[in-house]
């Protein structure tokens, strides 16, 4: 099966990466998209909290739990080294038309990044590695598409176009 359009959307810390996302995601779903999104964090997490069944079987030595209701299931298991995003998604995200990803500035699939002029922080992507879009507050001199940091939907009209969704 074909792995579904990925874009991730990279930035410095405090960029606003997770709050475009928030805003992005549902622009994609009014828009008629099946997304997903995966979060990269390269310095681990807890997903459950301490205490609840979920947690005390993983922390009891299962090397995966899955907790599961008639809404939402939820997984946790071990891994043995950082996935790329193509092993997430074409293990758990084939049913999509869209995923959208937090993070993996370093891996080659498309980006567009958000940029703070307060930041003072060069930008992380160029064209040449995968930069297909900006989000920014001030003019940036690179050659990619521009948008506001409070234009959502101009942005998913911008993915959707860019994968012909």
Do not use: C
């Not at 828009?31 to 310095?43: A, E, F, Q, R, S």
């Not at 996935?83 to 993996?104: A, C, K, N, Q, S």
């Not at 080659?108 to 930069?131: C, D, V, Y």
Request: aromatic content about 6%.
């Amino acid at each position: 099966m074909p792995l579904p359009p990925i874009v991730s959307i990279v930035g410095k810390s405090n960029a606003g990466k997770t709050t475009l996302i928030e805003k992005l995601v549902p622009w994609l779903v009014k828009k008629g998209l099946k997304v997903g999104t995966i979060k990269h964090d390269v310095h681990g997490f807890e997903l459950d909290k301490p205490g609840k069944d979920s947690y005390r079987h993983k922390h009891a030595g299962a090397s995966a739990s899955i907790i599961s209701s008639p809404t939402q299931i939820g997984m946790v298991m071990d891994a043995d080294h950082d996935h790329t995003i193509e092993e997430v998604v074409g293990r758990f995200y084939g049913h999509l038309d869209l995923v959208v990803t937090e993070g993996y500035k370093r891996e080659s699939w498309p980006k567009i990044e958000i940029h703070r002029k307060e930041l003072l922080r060069p930008l992380l992507a160029t064209p040449n590695e995968g930069l297909i879009a900006l989000v920014t507050d001030e003019p940036m001199p690179v050659d990619v598409p521009h948008f506001s940091l409070d234009d959502a939907e101009a942005v998913a009209d911008f993915v959707m176009e860019y994968y012909g969704l």
